[in-house]
């Protein structure tokens, strides 16, 4: 009997026994020969589209051209370049972490996303017109035009470390964890096939990848609400009604805590989320250096035109708007069918609760054909931000390490070679390293945002000034990344020398259950940056100027927008604002 008629036959009220014993015999019931039919098409299309569109790219004249590879120049329209942002940005530590959070926190998580709407209207109107002007194609060209090629390559090569080491691992990892843990495969065989899906996509150039994540993020976004869907209709049952929209109304009255937007004090996750100062403090500093100072994501729209890549960003910033109902929701209502015991003891592997588990729990139930779409949409969402994080390792590694360090005379199929021959290595090195690093036990979300938070305040801070004040100099810059990420880790570790509980009262400091007050780390890196820009400020005024400030242009008329631009802007404000004003 199929999934669907043994919910219908189930009692009413809602019995969560019956539903309880359909879960796991769903649950044992891994892919389907229809699932996999569903997936294998998922697969042949998205492949096939992309070496069509790679043999039509190397018809092309000019096709071999580094620019071409590296940013496909002129060849994204405004939508690639917006479904290209979210299908990088997207991938298993949203999908497994952050639904994991929705479990956990609640509804509150979404501030990542919806902040980042916003943070893209920024991004849109001050940094890429910057960017564009100056002809700037990879972050560390901006660093060695502004500040000189000491902070450039010391730069260059961090970011490459941490890219590989922290980024790609873990999508690797994780992704490989959460389809494994559907098909039934082990986790290598997991990692090889994600590895080699998203070679052969990155191969082609960014004109591939940009164009292959428009059907990515079409699988992501009809896959994620499907989920969500399914996820609203057994919430329903738990009132002993049916349809998504009686589940919603449900789950609501059901987890009513789990939908506070901004955590009180008194809430065990503040240390997370630390209440007002997300919203005004530290979650800037997150989403202004991930959307504006991060080679992964503005490189979609820096071979763009300043009109196209403006819209690509709108259009990436309403699809945002989007993702806490794809990806927050469900970990919410897996928490509802969890309190009513519906789950049983899936979420408790070896007795212990997993909030990780939520969304591949979910994800089990759905019925044969859907699992297959669902299964789609997180391969798409993996997949594509493998390829785009490889093809930015490859960028920065060719053009700003290989072209300048190595090889000054390198021809445009010579950097084009070594730009693949970057990917290959990349992703067979996260291969390697991606199950040593203990990433499973972190979660992905968590060990992302712990990594690179030690240094964001820095980098941000460098971007900002080096844009806004022509005072800065080298020295100054040079302090944001070594002394942003020494006064990163005198905060982590400042408890353990000096009680903090003084700053409780204020909120800058939680308890962090054993017998600590710790600083929450968007508190922390909101401290951090701003400590970072004094010292630049001080550093610049007590130092010389730097000749290479000349180079650079900067003028307010780049920052002005047209009318279609301000409205939809202001939509996307203006929707941000009323969901924190209905659900505060």
Not at 239 to 265: C, E, I, K, W, Y
Not at 542 to 570: E, I, P, Q, W
Request: glycine share 10%.
């Amino acid at each position: 009997m199929s999934y669907v008629s043994r919910v219908r036959v189930a009692n009413t009220p809602f019995d969560p026994l019956v539903l309880r014993d359909t879960c796991f015999y769903i649950h044992m019931n891994l892919f389907s020969r229809l699932d996999s039919l569903v997936f294998l098409t998922y697969f042949v299309v998205v492949a096939g589209y992309g070496l069509w569109v790679y043999r039509r790219k190397k018809s092309g004249a000019g096709s071999s051209a580094s620019h071409d590879y590296f940013l496909a120049e002129g060849s994204l329209s405004w939508w690639a370049i917006g479904a290209s942002l979210i299908a990088s940005n997207i991938s298993a530590e949203q999908f497994i972490g952050m639904s994991g959070s929705g479990f956990r926190i609640g509804m509150a998580i979404a501030v990542y996303e919806l902040m980042a709407a916003a943070t893209l209207v920024i991004v849109a109107v001050f940094f890429m017109p910057v960017y564009l002007k100056n002809h700037i194609y990879t972050m560390p060209q901006f660093l060695e035009q502004r500040y000189g090629k000491k902070v450039a390559t010391t730069m260059a090569f961090f970011w490459l470390g941490l890219y590989v080491v922290v980024n790609l691992t873990s999508i690797l990892y994780l992704g490989a964890l959460a389809i494994g843990s559907i098909a039934g495969l082990g986790v290598l065989p997991c990692m090889l096939f994600l590895a080699i899906f998203a070679a052969v996509i990155t191969l082609g150039g960014m004109k591939v990848i940009g164009y292959t994540d428009v059907i990515q993020v079409t699988c992501l976004v009809i896959g994620g609400l499907v989920t969500t869907w399914i996820a609203l209709e057994l919430v329903a049952k738990i009132g002993g009604g049916n349809g998504a929209l009686h589940g919603a109304t449900t789950l609501f009255q059901s987890a009513r805590d789990h939908f506070d937007m901004v955590l009180p004090r008194t809430n065990p996750n503040y240390i997370d989320l630390p209440g007002l100062s997300t919203l005004i403090g530290g979650m800037w500093i997150v989403n202004l250096n991930y959307w504006g100072c991060n080679q992964y994501i503005t490189q979609r729209a820096l071979g763009a035109d300043l009109p196209t890549a403006r819209k690509g960003l709108l259009f990436a910033a309403f699809l945002k708007l989007l993702m806490p109902v794809i990806i927050v929701l469900p970990g919410i209502a897996a928490f509802a069918l969890d309190k009513s015991g519906v789950l049983g003891d899936a979420m408790r592997p070896g007795g212990e609760l997993n909030p990780d588990r939520a969304y591949p729990t979910l994800l089990a139930l759905l019925p044969s054909g859907l699992k297959g779409i669902a299964f789609a949409a997180l391969t798409a969402a993996v997949v594509a931000s493998l390829a785009g994080k490889a093809n930015s390792i490859a960028t920065i590694f060719t053009l700003d390490i290989y072209k300048k360090r190595f090889n000054k005379d390198a021809s445009e199929q010579k950097m084009v070679w070594i730009g693949r021959v970057t990917v290959v290595m990349a992703l067979v090195l996260a291969v390697l390293i991606a199950p040593l690093l203990g990433i499973d036990k972190k979660g992905g979300f968590q060990y992302i945002q712990e990594y690179t938070g030690f240094v964001s305040p820095g980098i941000l801070a460098m971007f900002l000034l080096g844009f806004f004040w022509k005072k800065t100099n080298s020295a100054a810059a040079m302090f944001a990344t070594i002394g942003g990420l020494v006064l990163s880790i005198v905060l982590k570790f400042l408890p353990l020398m000096i009680n903090l509980s003084f700053l409780a009262p204020l909120g800058f400091a939680v308890d962090n259950g054993h017998g600590m007050h710790e600083i929450p780390f968007l508190d922390r890196m909101f401290i951090v940056f701003w400590i970072v820009v004094a010292g630049m400020i001080l550093i610049s005024k007590m130092g010389a100027r730097d000749k290479a400030v000349l180079t650079l242009h900067v003028d307010r008329k780049l920052f002005h927008v047209d009318g279609a631009f301000a409205f939809g802007s202001a939509v996307v404000c203006l929707l941000v604002a009323a969901i924190y004003g209905v659900w505060w």
